[in-house]
């Protein structure tokens, strides 16, 4: 047991490190720049899972503070480093100016300045085994004369590499800040990536709550509008029956709510949700402003007279003024009103050369049973006893 234990212990550091952003060994630019490359883009492989999602904000979280941590320890190093240079090459300056063979200053103090710029940038980087200011000491020539000690410092600051040497590593550590500012960043992007995913799951598991309530009120509303149908007069009834409008509604609504629940889940995009619900818009006005102009032509054709029809009929061939519907599916059956006049003695109607079974006729309207066609626009053709006939061009169209 208590091996497991240990084993358990071991892997979950191991995992725990494995998943962390940088640690004091990884503060390098090829480290950080990997890094950036997993965090672009910063809504690159969000977890839906909430667990796994809370986690890895919680992980996100802990990696920007830690690397803002880093950032600022790295600004203080190359502030002191970069005074630390500043100093030396100031003591270097002082040292040139030294004329050896005249009378001197107080070397002492120079040579103190000298060896504490050189014990500063010698600690800045202990673990550089190329760091030329290890072995910068004034030990050696401070029981000297002061000719010869003036000779020394002057050979010890005459090494170009010492300060070029501070220049490369201040130029490092400038990138390395910069490195780590774009890391802060995208860290930042990503964090704001998985709230953003986290506040829409959330807003999400609200309306799933009481999504059965919106449901439940639309059906109401669908069965409502049913109920009231009942309030007007018994032909008006019969017409929206009639016209396929009550069957129409509640298939509507029922639409309406599956594609609610679809889009809730987001199982439909938001594309496709407005393509959906603009198409069901279209579908709804077109079928109204047919049905509306098709009543309308009727009613107008039907306020003729009579004597006026009968004696038409009888001189001139058939007319249609109207055909409602003037469009139908391909395998038949739409039963089609075809409005004009001379429709007393109609033997034959024809969708696209193909005969339609006539239900039923007058003067001024003939109804008849399409018969199956191929997809597209047909004429069609009204023949009289007389042999006369009358064609509407493109009068119909199969879907």
């Not at 600004?75 to 300056?93: M, P, S, W, Y």
């Not at 490369?168 to 992007?189: F, G, P, T, V, Y």
């Not at 009120?217 to 017409?239: A, E, N, R, Y």
Request: hydrophobic share 45%; net charge negative.
């Amino acid at each position: 047991m208590r091996t497991l234990f240990i084993f358990c212990f071991v892997l979950a550091l191991f995992l725990f490190f494995s998943v962390s952003g940088l640690t004091e060994d990884d503060t390098t630019s090829s480290a950080i720049s990997a890094r950036i490359a997993e965090l672009t883009p910063p809504d690159k492989d969000i977890p839906d899972n909430p667990i796994i999602l809370a986690d890895e904000i919680r992980r996100i979280s802990q990696e920007l503070e830690e690397t803002r941590k880093s950032a600022n320890e790295h600004e203080r190093e190359f502030k002191a480093l970069n005074t630390n240079k500043d100093l030396a090459a100031k003591v270097f300056q002082d040292i040139s100016n030294l004329n050896c063979d005249s009378a001197l200053p107080d070397l002492e103090a120079l040579m103190d300045q000298l060896d504490r710029r050189a014990r500063a940038l010698a600690d800045a980087f202990e673990n550089d085994p190329a760091n030329p200011w290890a072995n910068v000491s004034t030990e050696g020539i401070r029981k000297l004369p002061p000719k010869a000690q003036c000779e020394g410092l002057r050979k010890i600051t005459s090494d170009p590499d010492l300060l070029t040497f501070v220049d490369k590593k201040l130029d490092e550590l400038k990138s390395l800040n910069a490195e780590i500012d774009r890391l802060i960043q995208a860290l930042q992007k990503r964090q704001a990536a998985l709230a953003q995913h986290n506040q829409a799951d959330e807003s999400k598991s609200y309306i799933f709550q009481d999504l059965w309530i919106i449901i439940l009120v639309i059906g109401l509303l669908s069965v409502g509008t049913i109920l009231v149908i009942k309030l007007f007069t018994p032909d008006l009834q019969q017409q929206w029956v009639a016209s396929g409008q009550v069957i129409q509604f509640v298939t509507v609504m029922i639409l309406l709510s599956v594609i609610m629940a679809l889009g809730l889940a987001s199982i439909l995009k938001e594309n496709t949700l407005g393509t959906l619900l603009g198409g069901i818009a279209g579908y709804v006005l077109s079928q109204g402003v047919g049905r509306a102009a098709a009543q309308a032509v009727k009613e107008g054709i039907l306020r003729g007279t009579a004597a006026t029809t009968a004696a038409a009929a009888a001189t001139a061939p058939p007319v249609v003024a109207a055909i409602a519907p003037n469009n139908g599916p391909s395998a038949g059956g739409t039963i089609v009103s075809i409005m004009g006049t001379g429709f007393d003695s109609v033997t034959s109607v024809t969708f696209g050369g193909v005969a339609a079974t006539i239900n039923s006729q007058s003067s001024t309207a003939v109804q008849v049973a399409t018969p199956a066609g191929a997809a597209g626009t047909v004429d069609v053709v009204v023949t009289n006893a007389d042999g006369r006939s009358v064609t509407s061009v493109g009068g119909f169209t199969y879907a």
